[in-house]
């Protein structure tokens, strides 16, 4: 349970944050709040000094409706901001989450980032299974039925826990003959799934340890909390801290969350627990 970030070896047999730093002037909670060099660099500075391990940066928006842009405005997107977490933070591991290859080259080539985060799995871009091979950095592959602009249009599934352990074993034997080493898995919670559906998944989520890969957890401020208590994305922390500490006792290694201190506290209880 270990990856390997640019040569240093992260354990991930203790629980660890990954802090989302959103860059999108779209993005469903914070969009449009980090634009500016000193709004990043007070964001990226406020995650690391509230217990981030990573920071996780997405140049576009993945909300339920949101249009795919164009693989310039994400590279001028994520160019500007990592110079600027780059010049302030050399050391920080950071993960961007793209699905295009010759953007997760770039980033890794020109800015030393450690992990890709890709929501289609692969399955956007036929060479980015390669492209992470060649570099052999640690990859996320999440499950995502349909694309952003369509997936919450009637998900369906046979059985959605089924289903998606046979996403991850396809996947996980598709790395393995590729040659990649470190593959983190992802349900993609909110991501072509119904209420239903997300809470079947995060029930099951130890089911997915089969898979012998480290799991990330992508519940914060998500529909799936605030919709269920008919309220907004800004009221949903109470329930995200609740899925979280459930996520942690059924097997997770990594939380992708916008709260990094209040994580952090679910974290260290959860730690007495097991401990205990």
Same mark, same amino acid.
């Given at each position: 349970?270990?990856?390997n970030?640019?040569?240093?070896?992260?354990?991930?047999?203790? !629980?660890?944050?990954?802090?989302?730093?959103?860059?999108?002037?779209? @993005?469903?909670?914070?969009?449009?709040?980090?634009?500016?060099?000193?709004a990043?660099?007070?964001?990226?500075?406020?995650?690391?000094?509230?217990?981030?391990?990573?920071? %996780?940066?997405?140049?576009?928006?993945?909300?339920?409706?949101?249009?795919?842009?164009s693989?310039?405005? =994400?590279? #001028?997107?994520l160019?500007?901001?990592? =110079?600027?977490?780059?010049?302030?933070? !050399?050391?920080?591991?950071?993960?961007? %989450?793209?699905?295009?290859?010759?953007?997760?080259?770039?980033?890794?080539? =020109?800015?030393?980032?450690?992990?890709?985060?890709?929501?289609?799995?692969?399955?956007? %871009?036929?060479?980015?299974f390669?492209?992470?091979? =060649?570099?052999?950095? !640690?990859?996320?592959? &999440? $499950?995502?039925?349909?694309?952003?602009?369509? &997936?919450?249009?009637?998900?369906?599934?046979?059985?959605?826990?089924?289903?998606?352990?046979?996403?991850? @074993?396809?996947?996980?034997?598709?790395?393995?003959?590729?040659?990649?080493?470190?593959?983190? #898995? %992802?349900?993609?919670?909110?991501?072509?799934?119904?209420?239903? $559906?997300?809470?079947?998944?995060?029930?099951?989520?130890?089911?997915f340890?089969?898979?012998?890969?480290p799991?990330?957890?992508?519940?914060?401020?998500?529909?799936?909390?605030?919709?269920?208590?008919? *309220?907004? !994305?800004?009221?949903?922390?109470?329930?995200?801290?609740?899925?979280?500490?459930?996520?942690?006792?059924?097997?997770?290694?990594?939380?992708?969350? $916008?709260?990094?201190? *209040?994580?952090?506290q679910?974290?260290n209880?959860?730690?007495?627990?097991?401990?205990?």
């Amino acid at each position: 349970m270990t990856i390997n970030c640019n040569g240093y070896l992260l354990d991930l047999s203790v !629980p660890k944050i990954a802090g989302i730093l959103n860059i999108t002037p779209d @993005s469903f909670y914070d969009g449009g709040k980090y634009i500016s060099e000193d709004a990043i660099k007070n964001r990226t500075k406020e995650l690391i000094e509230e217990g981030a391990d990573i920071i %996780d940066i997405g140049a576009f928006s993945s909300r339920p409706g949101a249009e795919l842009i164009s693989e310039s405005e =994400e590279t #001028i997107r994520l160019q500007s901001t990592l =110079e600027i977490v780059r010049k302030y933070f !050399p050391n920080i591991i950071l993960s961007v %989450d793209t699905y295009r290859s010759e953007i997760a080259r770039f980033v890794i080539k =020109e800015f030393e980032v450690s992990i890709i985060n890709d929501i289609s799995g692969g399955d956007y %871009d036929n060479k980015m299974f390669e492209t992470i091979a =060649e570099f052999q950095v !640690p990859y996320i592959v &999440m $499950h995502m039925q349909g694309n952003p602009g369509t &997936m919450q249009t009637k998900p369906q599934y046979i059985d959605v826990v089924k289903d998606l352990l046979k996403y991850f @074993s396809e996947k996980t034997e598709t790395a393995k003959k590729i040659g990649i080493n470190d593959l983190i #898995i %992802d349900p993609g919670f909110g991501f072509g799934k119904t209420l239903e $559906h997300n809470y079947q998944l995060l029930n099951n989520l130890d089911l997915f340890k089969i898979s012998e890969r480290p799991i990330l957890v992508g519940l914060s401020r998500k529909s799936m909390i605030y919709k269920l208590n008919n *309220e907004t !994305p800004e009221d949903a922390l109470p329930g995200t801290l609740a899925l979280n500490m459930i996520a942690l006792q059924k097997g997770a290694n990594i939380l992708r969350v $916008h709260d990094v201190k *209040e994580t952090l506290q679910v974290i260290n209880v959860f730690n007495k627990l097991i401990s205990s």
